[in-house]
């Protein structure tokens, strides 16, 4: 979450706080549950580059992942609106990843049409496509004997750093003997 007023300056501008909210994350596997959930109050955006009404309003946050990498959002409006993001990545070569997104809102959603909610969500991704591409070192490390494990993230970032831990805990328990 830290990334997101660098990284998304042309679609959430100002709107992205350097500040994070507190999260309460647990990480306890739980039978056919996820690896680890987050629950956060997701702050209000101002930004003249937001997208209007309730996607700027602020809202009840909830990630549940399943390792490797497979994620659900949910997002709790005061009002009883929901919206459910499914973000699943695939891997198609050492170079290449397809990510496949799904979005489910609640039957009188009061806020852009779901057609504008995955326009925009696609804006959101192709800056993120942008900054990996230009990534340098193209890969980072993820084996512990090269210098570190996944993604490089700000010390303050609870989730990126927990998917780390968890991620790598995971790995480490599917190694051969």
Not at 102 to 128: N, Y
Request: aromatic fraction near 10%.
């Amino acid at each position: 979450m830290t990334h997101f007023a660098f990284a998304h300056a042309a679609t959430l501008g100002a709107a992205a706080t350097h500040t994070l909210p507190a999260m309460e994350i647990s990480a306890e596997k739980v039978a056919d549950g996820p690896d680890f959930s987050m629950k956060t109050e997701f702050f209000a955006m101002r930004s003249p580059h937001e997208q209007p009404g309730k996607l700027a309003s602020a809202y009840a946050r909830l990630y549940r992942t399943w390792l490797p990498n497979f994620t659900m959002i949910r997002q709790s409006w005061p009002d009883g609106d929901e919206r459910l993001l499914l973000h699943v990545p695939v891997p198609v070569s050492r170079e290449k990843c397809v990510v496949m997104w799904s979005l489910a809102i609640s039957p009188h959603f009061d806020g852009p049409p779901p057609a504008a909610q995955v326009e925009f969500a696609t804006r959101v991704l192709d800056e993120d496509r942008d900054m990996c591409k230009n990534q340098r070192p193209r890969e980072v490390p993820s084996n512990p004997s090269r210098g570190g494990w996944g993604v490089l993230v700000a010390p303050g970032d609870t989730l990126a750093n927990t998917f780390q831990r968890q991620l790598k805990s995971w790995l480490l328990s599917r190694l051969p003997a």
